[in-house]
C-alpha cells in the first residue's frame, strides 16, 4: 500500500518492521482484543485500525471503523510517536539476499537491517555480501540489537537465526 501525504511524501508499506506504522486497538475494544488473543490465540483484525506517520511531516494517519484513513498534524513538528516503545534498544531483523539472475536493473545482492541507524546495501559480488552480512550479524548479535536473521542466495537458506529471548 502507499498513501500520498499531504505534505507531498508517499508513504509506503510493502513490509514488516516499519517504524512508521502502528496498530491501534480502540479502549472499548481492548478487553475484547484481549479475551480473542488468549482464549483462540490469534489476533482478532477485526478490532485493529492502522496507523501510519509521515517520516517527512509527523502527519498522523489513522484508520476509523470504515477503514478509512484520516490525518491529523501534530502540534510539534517532526516528533514520532509510532516507533517501538523499547525506543533505540529495538531489535530488529537482519535479512540478506542474493539472486543470481536479477531482474533488469536490480543489484544481485541486498543487505537490509534497521539497527543502528539502519543500512540497505546493495551488491554486485557474493563474497563480499555474505562478509557484511556476518560482519553486520556478529556485531548486532554482540549488542543484542537482533531480533532475527536470514540470509537466501537464489531462494535457498544460507544462514538463519532466531533470537531465544
Known amino acids: 500500500m502507499k498513501i500520498a501525504c499531504h505534505c507531498g511524501a508517499v508513504i509506503v508499506d510493502q513490509t514488516d518492521f516499519l517504524s512508521y506504522k502502528a496498530y491501534v486497538v480502540a479502549d472499548r ?6 479475551d480473542a488473543s488468549e482464549s483462540k490465540g490469534r489476533i482478532d483484525s477485526s478490532l485493529v485500525r492502522l496507523s501510519y506517520q509521515c517520516p517527512q511531516c509527523g502527519r498522523l494517519y489513522v484508520e476509523d471503523a470504515s477503514r478509512e484513513l484520516h490525518a491529523f498534524i501534530p502540534d510539534e ?10 525506543g533505540v534498544d529495538w531489535r530488529a531483523p537482519l535479512i540478506g ?17 534497521d539497527a543502528d541507524g539502519g543500512t540497505s546495501t546493495e551488491f554486485d559480488d557474493w563474497e563480499q555480501l555474505e562478509l557484511a ?13 537482533l531480533r532475527s536473521a536470514l540470509l537466501r542466495k537464489n531462494g535457498q537458506d544460507v544462514h538463519s537465526w532466531a533470537c531465544k529471548a
Do not use: I, M, T
Open 77 to 86: 513538528h517532526k516528533v514520532q510517536v509510532l516507533g517501538s516503545s523499547e
Open 29 to 34: 475494544d481492548w478487553e475484547d482484543f484481549v
Open 133 to 145: 552480512y556476518q560482519a553486520l550479524f556478529k556485531r548486532l548479535r554482540e549488542s543484542d540489537r
Open 97 to 113: 539476499s542474493w539472486n543470481d539472475r536479477p531482474y533488469a536493473g536490480q543489484a544481485k545482492g541486498h543487505l537490509w537491517c
